[in-house]
């Protein structure tokens, strides 16, 4: 299965993230942040890249905020249009890639929410989204993502982690109705700071068998700060605010999520 080939999970893709991060603390609260951004910076207009299955685009649009989306995937777009339509917005949400996505108008506000800037794999492909988005916001315009810190504590757990040490996530009902259990395996190579991990599907039966069994790879980039701060100068932004999560938490120490808002020079 292609890395980056959502069309397995574009369906399920809500049901079973909500499941995943109803208890994470880290997690609550991420469509405010973005509702918050999108009100402060996106009077000159909004664009949500990898939007996904529209998670913050419908939020924003509930809110009165009607943004524009874009994603890597067709399938996730096309979920994001489909549940757009059934709540009777009109959104343009077109596939491509944030390295070389263009609009026809300029946007005051991007918004890259929930790690999918770390689908960029290396620090090539980290510079021509960054150096791109840029050409789409309008001057002074501001942009939002977020990276993970590599973290000694996990890079120990995870470097010696073989693609089949699989452990339970959860367990939620897919669109057909079917019980599907989640598990997933993630190493880590910390000499190009990427994750790779594997997603396995267990779709069950009525009595608890397996009958079918689905395998995903997914793998995401983690960048140290200091890089990013280099990066960011080397693309022409300015960095306005650092926070350690989605309640605006201090950085200062270790944070697994941070959260990045910059403004184009
Ligand atoms: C973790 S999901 C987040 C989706 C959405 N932002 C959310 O909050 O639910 C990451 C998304 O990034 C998209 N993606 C990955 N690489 C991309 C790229 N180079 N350009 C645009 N989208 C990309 C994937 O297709 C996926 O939908």
């Known amino acids: 299965m292609d890395l980056h080939d959502f069309e397995d999970v574009a369906e399920n893709y809500d049901l079973y993230l909500n499941e995943m991060y109803k ?15 999108a009100r402060q910076y996106g009077s000159g207009g909004v664009i949500d890249i990898a939007c996904g299955t529209g998670a913050v685009l419908l939020y924003l649009a509930e809110h009165g905020i009607i943004a524009d989306g874009t994603d890597l995937s067709e399938a996730m777009c096309r979920v994001a249009d489909e549940k757009a339509k059934s709540k009777g917005f009109n959104l343009n949400i077109f596939p491509a890639n944030m390295t070389e996505f263009r609009s026809d108008k300029k946007y005051s506000c991007a918004i890259i929410a929930r790690s999918g800037f770390m689908h960029l794999l290396t620090p090539e492909l980290q510079r021509a989204a960054l150096l791109n988005i840029r050409e789409n916001l309008s001057d002074g315009g501001m942009l939002t993502f977020n990276t993970f810190d590599p973290h000694p504590h996990f890079q120990a757990q995870q470097i010696d982690t073989k693609d089949t040490d699989y452990s339970f996530r959860l367990e939620y009902t897919n669109k057909k109705g079917q019980r599907e259990k989640i598990y997933n395996v993630i190493s880590y190579d910390p000499y190009t700071q990427i994750m790779s991990g594997n997603w396995k599907f267990e779709t069950l039966d009525d009595s608890g068998n397996v009958v079918d069994e689905r395998i995903r790879p997914l793998k995401m980039r983690q960048t140290y700060r200091q890089e990013m701060k280099y990066l960011l100068e080397l693309t022409g932004y300015e960095i306005v605010n650092v926070y350690g999560g989605y309640h605006k938490e201090s950085c200062a120490g270790p944070a697994n999520n941070v959260i990045w808002c910059v403004r184009k020079k």
């Open 23 to 37: 208890d994470e603390d880290n997690h609550a609260g991420f469509q405010e942040f973005y509702l918050d951004f």
